[in-house]
């Protein structure tokens, strides 16, 4: 069994630094990609602050196509360059959104869901999908959280067989 728990910062940490680790602990000797989408989206939400959604869409075609998630039921599909998910994808760069309603063409899937950041999942080159996360919080996102979320990506990568 494998506890998460939102543990107190020490002074100059980064909560990154733990989820990181403890992501790490879940790949090791697992290399399938639902299996590992699912655990570091079930890591990431219950161990992260203020979130109400965390989780992975996947590229297929022109779209994105909901994956492995925690939270609310979520949309389904996403063309390629339309809200949040869809620019971050095409653009092929991190997102950090701090207000999502002043976001023109914002997806919302859940009403609740003020900021968000948005990582793509890449292998060299290649967009495989991206990693999403919401916050009930306006502002609750910063360019840390986007550095932070973007080596667990990198890791996720590294440690899974992705298309």
Known sequence: MFATARSPQEPGSSPYEEARAQALALFEGERDATANAANLAALLFHSLPELNWAGFYWLRGSELVLGPFQGRPACVRIPLGKGVCGTAAALRATIVVPDVNAFSGHIACDSASRSEVVVPVM?????????????????????????????????????????
């Open 123 to 163: 292998r060299a080159e290649r967009l495989l999908g991206v990693l999403d996360l919401d916050s009930p919080r306006v502002e609750r996102f910063t360019e840390e959280d986007a550095r932070g979320l973007e080596a667990i990506v990198r890791d996720f990568v590294e440690a899974t067989d992705l298309g």
